[in-house]
């Protein structure tokens, strides 16, 4: 299990102007899966590449084959079908809303038994497992946030309620995650955000209205998924790296949830037994370092100190204050730092140029480097 990488990327990378001009002649029929397909590889030659030249020594393909961090799940499911998504509960700053059209992004629901029907991550992990030139891993949705999967009116018919649903999608990530590990690979993440649901009860509200669960609910369920999902991977192979990034939403440099992670820390850092968090602390909107009090001895707390949402560059002896201040809670061997979220989560990408994505990459690796040698 890796235990000294200290600069680490969460995952997503701006997608290139011809990639997304690819992948709008592909939905309008114009384009070739064979041809869509040779871009995205290229682009992910790419991403390989600036992460290289940044410095950061764990590789991700920059999720450029996807339309979303959720594809790999979403676009692999049988038994759903499409649903509107458009919403107004994204913002900017301290809390401009952004206009739904830009941010809106193509979402299913189930409306029958979930199944398979393509494992989208296996191609992203051979090309990986070819290409990268260090230690490579691939992000994926974990299935506590299957919750978003079920519509009431969509869904009822297949599934009496969220909970049983999350059974079924269970064992569909585990047997994806038994494959990817027959491939070679050897470091997966959990992108798990459903306790921003517990950790913002505005949040919570907005999405389930006057349906939504008691947070005591909510944090039983999603613990008891992540947990089951990060021990069925460890039974599979105990030295398989595991990682779970929890940021606040991110989407065209917007925001979705606000609020520390006490309400959640306990039982997520104390039941959920991953090798490292990946947690957004780029902010005040995510609290302060307290509740890493509860991070077991020899987890690694990867501190998400760096904004993939904004160009502006942190002070370097800035974020080597914040990572000192962390580390009343958490050894400092036990600590690495990252931006904290992709950026590019939606194929659209965050308010940023290629040229300030490297240069953030480049903060990450250069303050790693002065804080762990």
Known sequence: MPTTHHAEHVGSLLRPPELLQAREAHRRGELSDETLAKLADEAALGAIALQREAGIEVFTDGEMRRATWMAGLLESLGGVVPVDVTNSSWYRGDGQPVPPEETSFDMVAANARLTQKKQLTAVE????????????????????????????EVSSAAYPDPGAMMRDLVALRVEEIRQLIRLGVRWIQLDSLGYNFVIDPEFRTRMFGDAAPPPDVLLDLIVSVDAELVRATKAIDPDVTVG??????????????????????????????????????????????????????????????????????????????????????????NLAISPQCGFASTERGNLLTVDEQRRKLELVARTAALVWG
């Open 244 to 333: 779970m990034h929890i940021c606040r939403g991110n989407n065209r440099s917007a925001w979705m949830s606000s609020g520390g992670y006490e309400p959640v820390a306990e039982r997520l850092f104390g039941e959920v037994p991953v090798d490292r968090f990946l947690l957004e602390y780029d902010t005040e909107r995510a609290g302060g370092f307290e509740p890493l009090r509860f991070v077991p001895e020899g987890t690694t707390v990867v501190l998400g100190l760096v904004s993939s949402k904004v160009a502006s560059l942190e002070p370097v002896d800035e974020l080597r204050r914040r990572i000192d201040e962390a580390a009343a809670y958490v050894p400092m061997e």
């Open 125 to 152: 992990a051979a090309f990986l497992l070819r290409h990268a030139p260090g230690p490579c891993k691939i992000t994926m949705m974990s299935t506590s946030m299957g919750n978003l999967l079920w519509h009431p």
